[in-house]
């Protein structure tokens, strides 16, 4: 199977070396899709919930798996002041859920208090990349001395 323009080819070992030069620095990137994955897959489909326990500095941002397509797909959860859509660099903070096939929750801390913050979910796998829309919004509470 090709994805994205390349032949992916099982690894069977894979080494590192330190990079030639005093104090250089090498950047090593692998990708690809988990090896013994064979047949058909459709992209997974995922919704945003609505944040609950929101709070001054704190809130649960969630969503739903509603089909993983037939792979188990890798979630990520974005948040931010400024809703980034469907670009992942638009997005101020991110949390990597890992594989999800059903409902997921996060818990976000170090929130700014009566701030409006916006938040998203991905789901990554054997066929590509899908996101849970639209995206959802919430307002953390006002801090106040008791």
Excluded: H
């Excluded at 990079?19 to 919704?47: F, K, P, W």
């Excluded at 903070?93 to 997921?104: C, D, M, R, Y």
């Excluded at 979910?121 to 008791?146: D, H």
């Amino acid at each position: 199977m090709a994805l994205f323009g390349a032949t992916n080819k099982l690894l069977t070992s894979l080494t590192f070396d330190q990079a030639a030069g005093a104090g250089a620095t090498a950047v090593y990137a692998v990708s690809g899709v988990r090896a013994g994955q064979t047949g058909t897959y459709a992209l997974a489909t995922v919704t945003n919930l609505p944040a609950a326990g929101v709070g001054t500095r704190s809130a649960t941002i969630s969503g739903a798996v509603l089909s993983t397509g037939g792979d188990a797909p890798e979630i990520v959860v974005y948040y931010g002041p400024i809703d980034g859509g469907t670009t992942a660099a638009n997005w101020a903070q991110w949390v990597w859920l890992g594989s999800q096939s059903g409902n997921f929750a996060q818990s976000l801390t170090g929130l700014t208090p009566n701030t409006a913050y916006y938040c998203s979910c991905a789901a990554v796998n054997a066929a590509g990349a899908s996101w849970g829309a639209p995206s959802q919004s919430f307002t953390t509470a006002n801090a106040s001395l008791a």
